[in-house]
């Protein structure tokens, strides 16, 4: 069983950053590939970003603004999120699968965050 609790999220001006992080607890962190999601207003769930067991290799679904990191030892994966943009408000997840690190959909993760709200003002 892993827990996935998010933070940093809130409301930031169009063109500003946010870096969001997901603690995940359990011993087994290292385990599993990561994945950031997230849900605008109307809208499907959509992949953001994946990254491996050991970090080394992330994908994404759009190139250029986001970075997804995680640190093994505090068991945190980060989401880094450059030049926001208002279309880039919605509620964000996080994610854990037993998956290949290249997995960006819903049901190759197993564990959920609770999400959190992330506003991009114009």
């Known amino acids: 069983q892993v827990q996935l609790v998010e933070s940093g999220g809130g409301l930031v001006q169009a063109g500003g950053s946010l870096r969001l992080s997901c603690a995940a607890s359990?011993?087994?962190?290292?385990?599993?590939?990561m994945g950031w999601f997230r849900q605008a207003p109307g809208k499907e769930r959509a992949f953001v970003a994946a990254?491996?067991?050991?970090?080394?290799r992330a994908f994404y679904a759009e190139i250029g603004r986001f970075t997804i990191s995680r640190d093994n030892v505090k068991n945190t994966v980060y989401l880094q999120m450059n030049s926001l943009k208002p279309e880039d408000t919605a509620v964000y997840y996080c994610?854990?699968?037993?998956?290949?690190?290249?997995?960006?959909?819903?049901?190759?993760?197993?564990?959920w965050g609770q999400g959190m709200q992330v506003t991009v003002s114009s």
């Open positions: 994610a854990a699968g037993e998956s290949p690190p290249y997995a960006r959909h819903e049901r190759e993760y197993r564990y």
């Open positions: 990254i491996d067991r050991s970090g080394g």
């Open positions: 359990g011993r087994t962190f290292s385990s599993y590939t």
